[in-house]
């Protein structure tokens, strides 16, 4: 069965605090992906990874950095957190080849900054 | 640049009555599209997709989608819900099958 694995459902933070938010998928899949969730404005890309040690920005990466030095492990990083990065973060893998396309998603992280 | 637009940001509706949650695109090229669901504190699960092929998709729990080309909707229909059905609908958009692009979502509350 798939199985994608976020590390914290929920997460209290400080402002200008370094915060990590992991994710760990157990299907082999080459492409990680890392979103936040807004009421009202659906998921956003922040970033994702076709491989190792390989990211791209998103939409939105202002803030964030990302980390992916095994090929199930894909870190989210919020250098120093601010209140604007209070949201949900959803992680997704996803198959690079086939004709699938599905994304298999975390079932999240909670953070609140104050 | 690919958007998509749930025109619905929430739907209410009596259990067993039908339900239509509305979702169009923009995009100049060929896309996938999907139809995603979230329960209440889980994440997101496929519900249905169309990469090509018939246009009308089926998920296995009753819920439909079609893809209109020429007025660029993916509309999600199902002509009966249930209680448990009550979650968030997601609509997205590829253009290649692997960076999605979401809309806001659309709350389907199913009342008894």
């Known amino acids: 069965d798939v199985k994608v694995t976020q590390s914290s459902r929920y997460l209290v933070k400080r402002t200008g605090e370094k915060v990590f938010l992991e994710c760990v998928q157990d299907?082999?899949?080459?492409?990680m992906f890392w979103y936040r969730q807004d009421p009202g404005l659906g998921l956003r890309l922040i970033y994702f990874s076709y491989d190792v040690k390989m990211k791209e920005k998103g939409d939105i990466p202002e803030g964030y950095s990302v980390s992916r030095e095994k090929k199930e492990r894909f870190s989210l990083i919020l250098e120093s957190a601010s209140t604007n990065q209070t949201s949900m973060y959803l992680c997704a893998t996803q198959l690079r080849q086939g004709d699938s396309y599905e994304q298999y998603f975390g079932p999240g992280t909670r953070l609140t900054v104050t | 640049a690919q958007s998509v637009t749930q025109l619905d940001s929430q739907v209410p509706v009596f259990e067993e009555a039908p339900v239509e949650l509305r979702c169009n695109y923009s995009?100049?090229?060929?896309?996938?599209l999907f139809w995603y669901v979230q329960y209440p504190n889980q994440g997101l699960q496929l519900l249905l997709k169309y990469l090509s092929g018939s246009t009308l998709v089926e998920s296995i729990n009753g819920f439909e989608a079609e893809f209109n080309k020429s007025q660029t909707s993916f509309h999600l229909r199902k002509p009966s819900v249930h209680i448990s059905d009550t979650a968030e609908y997601f609509c997205?958009?590829?253009?290649?099958?692997?960076?999605?692009?979401f809309g806001a979502g659309t709350i389907l509350r199913v009342k008894s």
């Open positions: 997205a958009v590829s253009k290649r099958g692997n960076k999605l692009v």
């Open positions: 995009s100049s090229v060929s896309v996938y």
């Open positions: 299907m082999d899949h080459e492409n």
